[in-house]
């Protein structure tokens, strides 16, 4: 492996001192209700970006009645921006890998996956070998350190799919089929992997859970925010001088992180990858939480060079291509934001087009089947208001 | 496709459905294998695959035209993933596309005609912090230029 | 049919059957719809409840045969507390909601989604076949559409696939819903089209995007009834057929399949149920053809060499030991079923009846019998076949039907191409008078008629066999044999044969036992029973590749639905009841054949020649 990671900032949350196998022989000792008070009382919430709580998910998992579970890593990281899984799975796969058998000794599950996206295929082997270590540690396998848990982990492949971030798009995908997007209802917390009761966790916060079993729910919740307990790991990327993975505590403003990272001259951050929003340098002041701008991590920034056109075109040709193609207004709406957007490129539009398509948008934020056509529209809409002077300004408006 | 060259590939599936099973969720797998052998899934393959589990072929193939890194047509035995991201873009792999492409006389989504390398985009392989970044069959290469993907290409067989 | 079998588990709707057994939550629910407080079932989707309220609510994906898929996002309502709207197909109540159904928020969805499929739908209405029974079409029209909002596409994208001689694919008007993809893999387990490639790129496509004729379609076109656009139409050979009519040297014969009859009043806006036989024959007269026959002739035919093949296999197997005679015997009228087996079960041909299909014998009648007894020549015979069938084209297209060294039949028309040509010739087929069938065919027996539904040909085959072996008619009231009938997608029943007559001593005390299955998807679940040996002790099947026999056919009026199919078939059964001649071997134009013609009798040297064909192991694999 020629990566090196090394993470920018570790904080006292995620990456506070931690002994291999601790949490899991400490779980192993505890009721599965114990753990889901635990969970609860960390306030954890999920850490792909919608932020569902993580002790309600488990609770209904645990509950349901049926012959398998399955707890499943979400590790199919492929919003453009993040890569903050990448750096746990290759730096702390023991978090991540323990927090899963947490979840299945809590939810009563015996199997849990990885689904690992194409694109990190260059970590199989070391996660394959790291699994194979814990195995002979007795983490993983039969009788898991003697306590009678039965619990192993497995690692599939993606195959180049953006939408199997989606989780029931990452079932389906699983199952061996095109990685469409599910109906909801059925959850998969209900349905899920092969039509059993399946958590999907992100590799984040699969990987928050040990140090909230070893150093209690409470303990957790006193970083952060209010309703955003804990820390947060982001991706930061683009025009700043120390790019890279950072644990801050929820709250952290944009202006903080313009300065952590070295940023100068910052004209907009795009907060939350590809279906985040686009934020110009008025909004900086605004904080990093669930309650504020929620987000999965990712934070692109860009200075007074660039083109925000430009930027929003990259953008909707990667929803474009990464669109499952199942519901109309995904397959179709993306494609005329693109066309929208090329029209501003060569000056042949009307501001009442853009206006329709604005509109178009905002029903594909409440149309669509799911998140990934929910939020497409996002960078459409943010970028041409937040930065309408520099994209329409100065040119000749064609009625 | 001549018979040996069909009883190749279906020797090879057999011991692939015997080690992830006749199942559904065999497919992906299957498949991955199939590629990694193969560089591409060709029509034989993928019915006797859809024959071994007992699906439709025209299911495999649709999984197949789903997944962008999964092919039903011949290609190179390397592939060479510049990433587009605009992080990767502002980085220079605008640049860096355009040596690939002179230096193997080839345009994106072609394969040089010796069937040593097909060139492609990819969408975001998770290196912003590292762009502009290369993906060489599953290898990761970040922080490239002009000249190491040059050079990186030149050691491929 | 028990379509929640066939649907994905994962995309089956939430229903709770008998919520009060089975939860103890109790069975229903409180809601609201748009403002009115009612008590629903828990589990309902809630377009189920809206139809049950009368309230309209728009669909494209879905379609009640199929499993639910929620991609169209046509039917879209807004339930208070979510963010996003929910497709009402795959919403199950199973909590207190309020729903509104025609909000702003809605409305305007509903409207940016029928824009955007305009967009790319390539084509204009008055040029389509499917101009005035166009689901998007409706939809359009309901939303008020009166310009293309965000553009229309200008140039195709695609070629149209016109290999089959069934079924022809034009994917520039497809709006990517996938019930063709359900239809052929879910409800008819062929497993011919999938969706491919993604996002815009998607496509219905089938194995390699290879032409229709080169794959493994049966050609039961039962997409094509399902489409709600014409993206997917059959292969309308009507233009030849007028050519033909105006002819003088032609002599231009038509004979008609049950099935179209009950159903071509609903091309005409008759509610289905409906037969028209007699102003059909008048309308077909009128249009020029030169003479009308009734299929159902050589559906009786068809039973006598089938039910004498039957009883043949039947001694061979019972008296002379014979271990190589296959049973049960699987009937091979329905030319979508033979083409299954021939690429599914090639193994497995021996069983079909070597019986060809009652159009195809007509087809050889006509050009031996019929032209000998009038005096034509019978190159100058074009014969065209009306039937509830797309199978039928290809059926009739295959270089062996050629018995009377001529195509034994021409071509194959469908219902709706039918109801077109009476359009183009201006008549209101259900204001015309009724004609009988010419001559020398006349009327069939009413065993002919039932043809069309599913179990059919096997009640008919009963009443046939039966009293040829006993001498009596079959054991049941009015000769109605109930078990035969009926939606369900596996029948299976038996009936004692006792006292028989002296030269069936063989089958005394022997019960018949019969299966009957519509579907193919059913119709492979009998091949597996039969593969592991389940049907040992089985003498007859009947197999049907359409959900609900011929008057479900891929020909037949667009929608179809389980009620339109019940009430075809009851329009059938009815017209059968009051019959005079209600067994195949008592129809007089039979006695006569076979006394004129095939005088060597059922399963003969000549029969053999003209009526029996040959099956094809085509296999599964694609090359």
Same mark, same amino acid.
């Given at each position: 492996?020629?990566?090196?990671?090394?993470?920018?900032?570790?904080?006292?949350?995620?990456?506070?001192?931690?002994?291999?196998?601790?949490?899991?022989?400490?779980?192993?000792?505890?009721?599965?209700?114990?753990?889901?008070?635990?969970?609860?009382?960390?306030?954890?919430?999920?850490?792909?970006?919608?932020?569902?709580?993580?002790?309600?998910?488990?609770?209904?998992?645990?509950?349901?009645?049926?012959?398998?579970?399955?707890?499943?890593?979400? %590790?199919? !990281? &492929?919003?453009?921006?993040?890569?903050?899984?990448?750096?746990?799975? /290759? *730096?702390?796969? =023991?978090?991540?890998? $323990?927090?899963?058998?947490?979840?299945?000794?809590?939810?009563? %599950?015996? !199997? &849990?996956?990885?689904?690992?996206?194409?694109?990190?295929?260059?970590? /199989? *082997?070391?996660? =394959?070998?790291?699994? $194979?270590?814990?195995?002979?540690?007795?983490?993983?396998?039969?009788?898991?350190? &003697?306590?009678?848990?039965?619990?192993?982990?497995?690692?599939?492949?993606?195959?180049?799919?953006?939408?199997?971030? $989606?989780?029931?798009?990452?079932?389906?995908?699983?199952?061996?089929?095109?990685?469409?997007?599910?109906?909801?209802?059925?959850?998969?917390?209900?349905?899920?992997?092969?039509?059993?009761?399946?958590?999907?966790?992100?590799?984040?916060?699969?990987?928050?859970?040990?140090?909230?079993?070893?150093?209690?729910?409470?303990?957790?919740?006193?970083?952060?925010?209010?309703?955003?307990?804990?820390?947060?790991?982001?991706?930061?990327?683009?025009?700043?001088?120390?790019?890279?993975?950072?644990?801050?505590?929820?709250?952290?403003?944009?202006?903080?992180?313009?300065?952590?990272?070295?940023?100068?001259?910052?004209?907009?951050?795009?907060?939350?990858?590809?279906?985040?929003?686009?934020?110009?340098?008025?909004?900086?002041?605004?904080?990093?939480?669930?309650?504020?701008?929620?987000?999965?991590?990712?934070?692109?920034?860009?200075?007074?060079?660039?083109?925000?056109?430009?930027?929003?075109?990259?953008?909707?040709?990667?929803?474009?291509?990464?669109?499952?193609?199942?519901?109309?207004?995904?397959?179709?709406?993306?494609?005329?934001?693109?066309?929208?957007?090329?029209?501003?490129?060569?000056?042949?539009?009307?501001?009442?087009?853009?206006?329709?398509?604005?509109?178009?948008?905002?029903?594909?934020?409440?149309?669509?089947?799911?998140?990934?056509?929910?939020?497409?529209?996002?960078?459409?809409?943010?970028?041409?208001?937040?930065?309408?002077?520099?994209?329409?300004?100065?040119?000749?408006?064609?009625? | 496709?001549?018979?040996?060259?069909?009883?190749?590939?279906?020797?090879?599936?057999?011991?692939?459905?015997?080690?992830?099973?006749?199942?559904?969720?065999?497919?992906?797998?299957?498949?991955?294998?199939?590629?990694?052998?193969?560089?591409?899934?060709?029509?034989?393959?993928?019915?006797?695959?859809?024959?071994?589990?007992?699906?439709?072929?025209?299911?495999?193939?649709?999984?197949?035209?789903?997944?962008?890194?999964?092919?039903?047509?011949?290609?190179?035995?390397?592939?060479?993933?510049?990433?587009?991201?605009?992080?990767?873009?502002?980085?220079?792999?605008?640049?860096?596309?355009?040596?690939?492409?002179?230096?193997?006389?080839?345009?994106?989504?072609?394969?040089?005609?010796?069937?040593?390398?097909?060139?492609?985009?990819?969408?975001?392989?998770?290196?912003?912090?590292?762009?502009?970044?290369?993906?060489?069959?599953?290898?990761?290469?970040?922080?490239?230029?002009?000249?190491?993907?040059?050079?990186?290409?030149?050691?491929?067989? | 049919?028990?379509?929640?079998?066939?649907?994905?588990?994962?995309?089956?709707?939430?229903?709770?059957?008998?919520?009060?057994?089975?939860?103890?939550?109790?069975?229903?629910?409180?809601?609201?719809?748009?403002?009115?407080?009612?008590?629903?079932?828990?589990?309902?989707?809630?377009?189920?409840?809206?139809?049950?309220?009368?309230?309209?609510?728009?669909?494209?994906?879905?379609?009640?045969?199929?499993?639910?898929?929620?991609?169209?996002?046509?039917?879209?309502?807004?339930?208070?507390?979510?963010?996003?709207?929910?497709?009402?197909?795959?919403?199950?109540?199973?909590?207190?909601?309020?729903?509104?159904?025609?909000?702003?928020?809605?409305?305007?969805?509903?409207?940016?989604?029928?824009?955007?499929?305009?967009?790319?739908?390539?084509?204009?209405?008055?040029?389509?076949?499917?101009?005035?029974?166009?689901?998007?079409?409706?939809?359009?029209?309901?939303?008020?559409?009166?310009?293309?909002?965000?553009?229309?596409?200008?140039?195709?994208?695609?070629?149209?696939?016109?290999?089959?001689?069934?079924?022809?694919?034009?994917?520039?008007?497809?709006?990517?819903?996938?019930?063709?993809?359900?239809?052929?893999?879910?409800?008819?387990?062929?497993?011919?089209?999938?969706?491919?490639?993604?996002?815009?790129?998607?496509?219905?496509?089938?194995?390699?995007?290879?032409?229709?004729?080169?794959?493994?379609?049966?050609?039961?076109?039962?997409?094509?009834?399902?489409?709600?656009?014409?993206?997917?139409?059959?292969?309308?050979?009507?233009?030849?057929?007028?050519?033909?009519?105006?002819?003088?040297?032609?002599?231009?014969?038509?004979?008609?399949?049950?099935?179209?009859?009950?159903?071509?009043?609903?091309?005409?806006?008759?509610?289905?149920?409906?037969?028209?036989?007699?102003?059909?024959?008048?309308?077909?007269?009128?249009?020029?053809?030169?003479?009308?026959?009734?299929?159902?002739?050589?559906?009786?035919?068809?039973?006598?060499?089938?039910?004498?093949?039957?009883?043949?296999?039947?001694?061979?197997?019972?008296?002379?030991?014979?271990?190589?005679?296959?049973?049960?015997?699987?009937?091979?009228?329905?030319?979508?079923?033979?083409?299954?087996?021939?690429?599914?079960?090639?193994?497995?041909?021996?069983?079909?009846?070597?019986?060809?299909?009652?159009?195809?014998?007509?087809?050889?009648?006509?050009?031996?019998?019929?032209?000998?007894?009038?005096?034509?020549?019978?190159?100058?015979?074009?014969?065209?076949?009306?039937?509830?069938?797309?199978?039928?084209?290809?059926?009739?297209?295959?270089?062996?039907?050629?018995?009377?060294?001529?195509?034994?039949?021409?071509?194959?028309?469908?219902?709706?191409?039918?109801?077109?040509?009476?359009?183009?010739?201006?008549?209101?087929?259900?204001?015309?008078?009724?004609?009988?069938?010419?001559?020398?065919?006349?009327?069939?027996?009413?065993?002919?008629?039932?043809?069309?539904?599913?179990?059919?040909?096997?009640?008919?085959?009963?009443?046939?066999?039966?009293?040829?072996?006993?001498?009596?008619?079959?054991?049941?009231?009015?000769?109605?044999?109930?078990?035969?009938?009926?939606?369900?997608?596996?029948?299976?029943?038996?009936?004692?044969?006792?006292?028989?007559?002296?030269?069936?001593?063989?089958?005394?005390?022997?019960?018949?036992?019969?299966?009957?299955?519509?579907?193919?998807?059913?119709?492979?679940?009998?091949?597996?029973?039969?593969?592991?040996?389940?049907?040992?002790?089985?003498?007859?099947?009947?197999?049907?590749?359409?959900?609900?026999?011929?008057?479900?056919?891929?020909?037949?009026?667009?929608?179809?639905?389980?009620?339109?199919?019940?009430?075809?078939?009851?329009?059938?059964?009815?017209?059968?009841?009051?019959?005079?001649?209600?067994?195949?071997?008592?129809?007089?134009?039979?006695?006569?054949?076979?006394?004129?013609?095939?005088?060597?009798?059922?399963?003969?040297?000549?029969?053999?020649?003209?009526?029996?064909?040959?099956?094809?192991?085509?296999?599964?694999?694609?090359?």
């Amino acid at each position: 492996m020629n990566t090196l990671n090394k993470i920018k900032r570790t904080g006292p949350v995620l990456f506070s001192e931690y002994e291999k196998g601790s949490a899991v022989k400490k779980v192993l000792e505890m009721e599965r209700e114990d753990i889901l008070f635990e969970i609860k009382d960390s306030g954890l919430k999920g850490r792909g970006g919608a932020g569902f709580p993580v002790s309600t998910k488990w609770m209904i998992t645990a509950a349901a009645n049926a012959d398998k579970k399955f707890i499943v890593c979400n %590790a199919d !990281e &492929g919003e453009p921006g993040t890569f903050k899984d990448r750096v746990l799975l /290759l *730096e702390y796969p =023991e978090l991540v890998f $323990e927090g899963m058998i947490i979840a299945g000794y809590t939810i009563g %599950a015996k !199997e &849990g996956i990885v689904y690992l996206r194409a694109e990190y295929s260059y970590m /199989l *082997e070391f996660l =394959e070998n790291f699994l $194979e270590e814990m195995r002979k540690q007795n983490l993983l396998g039969k009788n898991i350190c &003697g306590k009678g848990f039965d619990f192993d982990i497995f690692i599939r492949l993606g195959s180049g799919a953006y939408v199997c971030g $989606e989780e029931t798009a990452l079932i389906e995908s699983l199952e061996g089929h095109r990685g469409e997007p599910r109906n909801r209802p059925p959850f998969p917390v209900n349905t899920g992997y092969l039509g059993f009761p399946t958590a999907v966790n992100n590799v984040e916060t699969l990987a928050s859970v040990p140090n909230i079993i070893n150093k209690g729910g409470e303990w957790y919740h006193k970083h952060g925010t209010d309703k955003s307990t804990g820390s947060k790991l982001f991706s930061v990327s683009g025009d700043c001088k120390y790019p890279g993975v950072y644990e801050l505590p929820w709250g952290t403003t944009l202006n903080e992180i313009i300065n952590i990272t070295g940023a100068e001259d910052t004209k907009a951050i795009q907060v939350g990858g590809a279906s985040g929003i686009c934020l110009p340098a008025t909004e900086f002041g605004r904080k990093l939480s669930y309650e504020d701008i929620s987000t999965g991590g990712s934070i692109m920034i860009f200075n007074k060079s660039r083109n925000m056109l430009e930027v929003l075109k990259n953008f909707m040709e990667f929803f474009v291509e990464e669109s499952c193609g199942q519901c109309t207004p995904c397959r179709i709406g993306n494609v005329k934001l693109l066309e929208g957007v090329e029209m501003i490129e060569k000056n042949e539009y009307t501001i009442e087009y853009i206006e329709k398509l604005k509109e178009l948008g905002r029903t594909m934020q409440v149309a669509s089947k799911c998140g990934l056509g929910q939020s497409s529209p996002n960078p459409f809409i943010s970028i041409l208001e937040n930065f309408k002077d520099e994209i329409f300004n100065n040119k000749p408006v064609l009625n | 496709m001549n018979d040996s060259e069909k009883n190749i590939r279906n020797e090879f599936i057999q011991t692939l459905v015997q080690r992830f099973g006749k199942e559904r969720t065999a497919l992906l797998p299957v498949l991955q294998e199939i590629q990694k052998k193969f560089f591409y899934i060709d029509e034989h393959s993928q019915q006797e695959v859809a024959r071994l589990l007992n699906i439709h072929p025209v299911e495999v193939n649709s999984v197949i035209s789903f997944y962008a890194f999964l092919y039903d047509k011949p290609r190179g035995r390397n592939t060479v993933r510049v990433c587009k991201n605009i992080i990767c873009n502002y980085h220079g792999s605008l640049e860096i596309a355009k040596a690939l492409s002179t230096e193997l006389g080839i345009g994106f989504n072609e394969t040089t005609k010796d069937g040593k390398v097909t060139l492609e985009y990819a969408n975001c392989f998770g290196m912003c912090d590292k762009s502009p970044s290369i993906l060489v069959n599953d290898q990761i290469h970040e922080r490239v230029n002009k000249e190491s993907v040059l050079n990186l290409i030149r050691d491929l067989k | 049919m028990e379509k929640e079998l066939r649907s994905p588990v994962s995309q089956r709707p939430l229903i709770v059957k008998d919520g009060k057994s089975k939860t103890g939550i109790g069975a229903t629910v409180s809601i609201e719809l748009n403002g009115e407080k009612m008590q629903v079932q828990l589990g309902k989707t809630i377009l189920e409840i809206c139809k049950e309220n009368k309230i309209h609510i728009p669909t494209l994906c879905y379609h009640e045969d199929l499993c639910i898929a929620g991609n169209c996002r046509m039917c879209l309502v807004e339930v208070e507390g979510m963010r996003t709207l929910q497709a009402s197909c795959a919403f199950p109540v199973t909590s207190p909601v309020k729903i509104k159904t025609f909000s702003d928020k809605v409305r305007k969805a509903r409207k940016h989604i029928v824009d955007l499929m305009l967009s790319e739908h390539y084509g204009e209405c008055y040029s389509c076949v499917r101009n005035n029974n166009c689901e998007l079409q409706t939809l359009a029209k309901e939303y008020g559409v009166d310009s293309y909002e965000f553009g229309h596409i200008c140039e195709p994208r695609f070629e149209i696939d016109s290999s089959s001689h069934a079924v022809v694919r034009d994917m520039d008007k497809c709006i990517l819903c996938r019930r063709c993809v359900r239809t052929c893999i879910d409800l008819q387990e062929v497993g011919v089209l999938e969706a491919i490639n993604r996002g815009y790129d998607t496509k219905i496509s089938t194995f390699m995007d290879k032409p229709l004729a080169d794959v493994i379609c049966i050609n039961c076109g039962q997409c094509i009834n399902r489409c709600p656009t014409g993206a997917l139409h059959a292969n309308d050979p009507s233009d030849e057929i007028w050519k033909a009519i105006e002819d003088p040297k032609k002599h231009v014969v038509l004979q008609t399949a049950p099935s179209p009859r009950a159903a071509i009043g609903e091309e005409f806006g008759l509610p289905a149920g409906i037969s028209m036989t007699g102003q059909l024959n008048t309308a077909i007269k009128r249009m020029g053809f030169d003479r009308v026959f009734d299929t159902n002739f050589t559906a009786d035919l068809t039973i006598m060499e089938e039910g004498t093949e039957l009883l043949s296999r039947l001694r061979k197997a019972i008296v002379d030991k014979d271990s190589s005679v296959m049973l049960p015997q699987f009937t091979s009228c329905s030319p979508g079923w033979v083409k299954f087996i021939e690429h599914f079960y090639p193994e497995y041909l021996d069983y079909l009846s070597t019986a060809k299909s009652p159009q195809q014998m007509f087809g050889s009648v006509i050009k031996t019998f019929y032209a000998k007894e009038e005096g034509i020549d019978p190159k100058d015979i074009v014969t065209v076949a009306l039937m509830p069938c797309a199978a039928k084209k290809f059926e009739c297209n295959r270089p062996e039907m050629d018995s009377s060294g001529f195509k034994d039949v021409d071509y194959g028309l469908t219902t709706r191409e039918m109801a077109k040509m009476i359009r183009e010739a201006g008549l209101r087929l259900p204001e015309l008078p009724k004609t009988n069938f010419d001559e020398p065919f006349g009327d069939a027996s009413g065993a002919g008629l039932i043809f069309g539904a599913t179990g059919g040909v096997m009640e008919a085959a009963l009443r046939t066999v039966y009293e040829l072996v006993t001498g009596r008619p079959v054991p049941f009231k009015n000769l109605n044999i109930d078990v035969c009938r009926g939606m369900k997608g596996i029948k299976e029943a038996s009936v004692k044969l006792e006292n028989c007559k002296e030269e069936f001593g063989f089958l005394e005390g022997v019960e018949l036992k019969f299966i009957v299955a519509h579907g193919t998807a059913n119709a492979k679940h009998v091949m597996e029973m039969l593969i592991k040996g389940e049907l040992a002790g089985y003498h007859f099947v009947e197999i049907m590749a359409c959900p609900g026999g011929c008057i479900g056919g891929g020909g037949q009026p667009i929608p179809t639905s389980e009620l339109i199919r019940k009430l075809r078939v009851k329009a059938i059964y009815e017209e059968e009841a009051s019959m005079p001649v209600r067994k195949s071997h008592e129809n007089p134009r039979i006695k006569y054949i076979y006394e004129k013609f095939l005088t060597d009798g059922p399963g003969g040297k000549l029969s053999h020649k003209l009526l029996h064909t040959k099956y094809l192991k085509r296999g599964k694999y694609i090359n």
